[in-house]
Nanobody
Framework: QVQLVESGGGLVQAGGSLRLSCVASGIIFSTNDMGWYRQAPGKQRESVAFIMSSGSTDYPDSMRGRFTISRDNAKNTVYLQMSSLKPEDTARYYC???????WGQGTQVTVSL
């Protein structure tokens, strides 16, 4: 059973930074591709960043430049470093094991002016 626990969200001023973490269990973490998604109120969930088991990364064009995904296989953890945050980045952020349709509870990021 896949379990995902996200953390690191909070309230930050525009222009600030946050690092989100997601600990995964129930899988062989090192062999799985991982992703970060976000969902703002009233909007569809959207993809933010992906990291493959090889360590290669991919970002939607709209997310490229301010977000960096990384992973620590020894800790079963995937990270999302976010910088130059904007109010429109306000959302609940979720990680996902790409091979499974399971979601954690997410972590709330709120960016104020």
């Amino acid at each position: 059973q896949v379990q995902l626990v996200e953390s690191g969200g909070g309230l930050v001023q525009a222009g600030g930074s946050l690092r989100l973490s997601c600990v995964a269990s129930g899988i062989i973490f090192s062999t799985n591709d991982m992703g970060w998604y976000r969902q703002a109120p009233g909007k569809q969930r959207e993809s933010v960043a992906f990291i493959m088991s090889s360590g290669s990364t991919d970002y939607p064009d709209s997310m490229r430049g301010r977000f960096t995904i990384s992973r620590d296989n020894a800790k079963n953890t995937v990270y999302l470093q976010m910088s130059s945050l904007k109010p429109e980045d306000t959302a609940r952020y979720y990680c996902k094991v790409m091979a499974f349709n399971s979601w954690g509870q997410g972590t709330q990021v709120t960016v104020s002016l």
